[in-house]
């Protein structure tokens, strides 16, 4: 199913959130609980609490009581939950044949020209909002973090700090550490945050060209035999490219079935570390360039169970089977390579599209769209991504 966008909320609702226990502001269409924020608002709570329920446009843009900076605003952004349905978006609904093009907000294409028509379109913003991560689009993904405020609104992880340890003793709860890190950051214009502070830090890196330096010659040289020793040449190359299918399965099911185990996770600090260091850190800061190929230690702990299972396989012969894993790792390598390219470069048309694909699994929705360097899998196992449309208003 799609990612779930923000909901619609009640302007009666709204409303009635003007406490210090639950406090609501809205700017134009938008709504905001800054409840968590109010002990931390230079003026204090309770002025925030006189405006609560209500819309705050104009006394943030009085620039005779104060004129609120631009961080100011992206504090609001980091507390937003839904929106509301004005007086002026409800009365155009209500005239409207395809009331449902307007509410829920916000409006799809249709509705957004209904509004223009009908002057109620500039407190409407048309950028649908995904629950899970906050975030609307790719570009999303590269928008710096506020550090600082991120830890004090979030209370998960700070970023100005060593995170492994933060991890295993935070004591998160598996519902809220898997919330939290799938919510994406982005560290310092994409450089790597620190993991663990020390000497193994440089172990945690990996450049993109490790990959092929590293894996290239081994499997060259495990071809080569295979190639000199099995008699019928045509055989062997099906015997590699049966490898080479074989990973495209796995790629999916290591991604879907180890990677997003998320049901499955134990709740305990052993389990949701695991997963930090072998995805969910890059689901926390997927524009990382040297945290987004596998480094290659743990990539032989991976393969070693898959070397030993095409032996057993193809026991009765070992250059047929060397054949079939020497396949597969290339596989590996054009998978790794595919990622991050996906991730950092302009690419052909085809690649342009898995490259969206992709993306939308980081911003909209990690729970489908597990292939990565092909969407084949996803269609067999109905694990498709299906996006709702995201309008911008111009």
């Known amino acids: 199913m799609p990612g779930r966008t923000l909901p619609t909320i009640l302007s009666s609702d709204v409303a009635s959130r003007n406490t210090a226990?639950?406090?609501?502001?809205?700017?134009?269409?938008?709504?905001?609980?800054?409840?968590?924020?109010?002990?931390?608002?230079?003026?204090?709570?309770?002025?925030?609490?006189?405006?609560?329920?209500?819309?705050?446009?104009?006394i943030m843009g009085d620039e005779i009581s104060h004129t609120h900076s631009e961080a100011a605003y992206e504090i609001l952004d980091d507390h937003l939950i839904g929106f509301v349905a004005t007086e002026p978006v409800m009365?155009?609904?209500?005239?409207?044949?395809?009331?449902?093009?307007?509410?829920?907000?916000?409006?799809?294409?249709?509705?957004?020209?209904?509004?223009?028509t009908s002057n109620s379109a500039d407190c409407v913003t048309s950028q649908k909002v995904f629950n899970t991560t906050g975030m609307s689009s790719a570009e999303d993904l590269s928008v710096e973090t506020d550090l600082t405020a991120d830890y004090r609104t979030h209370k998960f992880l700070d970023l100005n700090r060593p995170l492994l340890m933060q991890v295993w003793n935070g004591g998160f709860s598996r519902d809220f550490y898997l919330e939290q890190v799938h919510r994406p950051r982005h560290y310092k214009g994409g450089k790597s945050a620190p993991l663990f502070g020390n000497f193994l830090e440089p172990l945690s890196k990996t450049p993109w060209w490790v990959i092929p330096i590293v894996w290239l010659p081994p499997v060259a040289y495990g071809s080569f035999l295979s190639f000199m020793n099995i008699p019928n040449t045509s055989a062997m190359i099906s015997y590699w490219f049966l490898g080479l299918g074989l990973w495209t399965l796995v790629e999916y099911v290591m991604h879907r079935g180890l990677f997003h185990v998320d049901q499955y996770l134990p709740d305990n600090r052993v389990g949701i570390t695991t997963h930090f260091l072998l995805h969910g850190i890059h689901h926390y800061l997927p524009m990382d360039k040297l945290r987004l190929v596998m480094p290659p230690t743990l990539f032989i702990a991976l393969a070693i169970p898959f070397y030993k299972l095409a032996h057993t396989v193809f026991y009765w012969d070992w250059y047929v089977a060397t054949a079939v894993f020497c396949g597969g790792i290339f596989g590996y390598i054009g998978y790794d390579l595919t990622h991050y390219f996906l991730h950092h470069r302009t690419l052909p048309s085809y690649y342009r599209e898995l490259k969206k694909h992709h993306l939308q699994h980081h911003f909209a929705d990690h729970q489908n769209g597990f292939g990565v360097s092909s969407r084949f899998w996803d269609r067999i196992f109905g694990t498709e991504l299906s996006m709702p449309a995201v309008v911008r208003s111009t």
């Open 21 to 58: 226990k639950s406090c609501y502001v809205t700017l134009g269409t938008k709504v905001f609980d800054i409840t968590p924020f109010l002990d931390d608002h230079p003026g204090g709570g309770d002025l925030i609490v006189q405006y609560g329920g209500k819309d705050v446009s104009e």
């Open 91 to 116: 009365m155009t609904a209500v005239k409207s044949d395809r009331p449902d093009s307007i509410i829920p907000l916000p409006p799809n294409q249709e509705g957004m020209e209904e509004l223009k």
